[in-house]
Nanobody, 128 residues
Framework: QVQLVESGGGSVPTGGSLRLSCAASGLIYSRNYMGWFRQAPGKEREGVAAIYTGGGSIGYADSVRGRFTISLDNAKNTVYLQMNSLKPEDTGMYYC?????????????????????WGQGTQVTVSS
């Protein structure tokens, strides 16, 4: 059973930085899509960033491109999300997600429905 455990959330002022971590265990496939999603109160969950562990393909939502960086430590089965220049609109619960990939992939999905394993989330609050 896949387990994803997020950490690193917190409260920061506008312009601050946070680094989220997602430790994965129980992954069956050697190659996976690993993604970060967020959900603000009253809003739908949205994709933020994702990475393909088999080749490094990366994708970002337009709203975070240039401010957020997703990275991977394959040896630790851990995915990171470095968030810089944070804005109040970045506030929300941040979730890590995963999906096994049977073959090679040159792209990564950012839609919620593409992932089948989810963590419990870590809260990020950015004050104005």
């Amino acid at each position: 059973q896949v387990q994803l455990v997020e950490s690193g959330g917190g409260s920061v002022p506008t312009g601050g930085s946070l680094r989220l971590s997602c430790a994965a265990s129980g992954l069956i496939y050697s190659r996976n899509y690993m993604g970060w999603f967020r959900q603000a109160p009253g809003k739908e969950r949205e994709g933020v960033a994702a990475i393909y562990t088999g080749g490094g393909s990366i994708g970002y939502a337009d709203s975070v491109r240039g401010r957020f960086t997703i990275s991977l430590d394959n040896a630790k089965n851990t995915v990171y999300l470095q968030m810089n220049s944070l804005k109040p609109e970045d506030t929300g619960m941040y979730y890590c997600a995963a999906r096994g990939v049977g073959g090679r992939s040159l792209w990564v999905p950012l839609d919620v429905g593409a992932y089948n394993s989810w963590g419990q989330g870590t809260q990020v609050t950015v004050s104005s």
